[in-house]
């Protein structure tokens, strides 16, 4: 036999994945991820096992501690306690939207807004009379 005869080796030929074959692959790893996803997503979050209600019991329960403190209180506390004490308690509603209703926690941050801007309003006009004290030389602090 020649050599021109001799049958060459041929390599095979893989199998190609045919078009379904990819579309449904790719269906199947979707529906795993979007599946995996939820399964970790429903065995984080939290269950209502009546825990929410526990918490909203020791939430009410600190904000009833606070007002009997606020009330047995010998001195009248200053302005800045008394805002302090405020924002306390709308910060604790603020941040139990669980325990409220939405009209609680709408009255809470308004209260807060109003007090933080009031706070922020007594700090400019405090460094407004500091400038203008420096300005006119009455003040030692410049």
């Known amino acids: 036999m020649s050599e021109a005869n001799k049958a060459k080796p041929t390599l095979a030929r893989p ?3 045919s078009r379904s074959a990819k579309i449904a692959l790719s269906i199947v ?3 795993a ?4 996803g939820f399964l970790l997503g429903h065995a984080t979050a939290a269950g209502d096992d009546g825990s929410t209600a526990m918490q909203c019991a020791e939430v009410k329960q600190t904000l009833a501690t606070l ?5 047995a209180a010998i001195t009248e506390p200053s302005q800045a306690d008394q805002t302090q004490q405020t924002l306390t308690v709308m910060n604790i509603v603020l941040q139990n939207p669980d325990c409220f209703s939405t009209e609680t926690r709408a009255t809470a941050q308004t209260a807060k807004d109003q007090i933080e801007t009031n706070a922020n309003n007594a700090a400019v006009w405090g460094a407004a009379d500091k400038i203008a004290g420096c300005a006119a030389g009455t003040s030692f602090n410049c």
């Open 29 to 31: 790893s979707l529906f």
């Open 33 to 36: 991820a979007v599946s995996g």
């Open 15 to 17: 199998a190609s994945v």
């Open 67 to 71: 007002s009997k403190e606020k009330e």
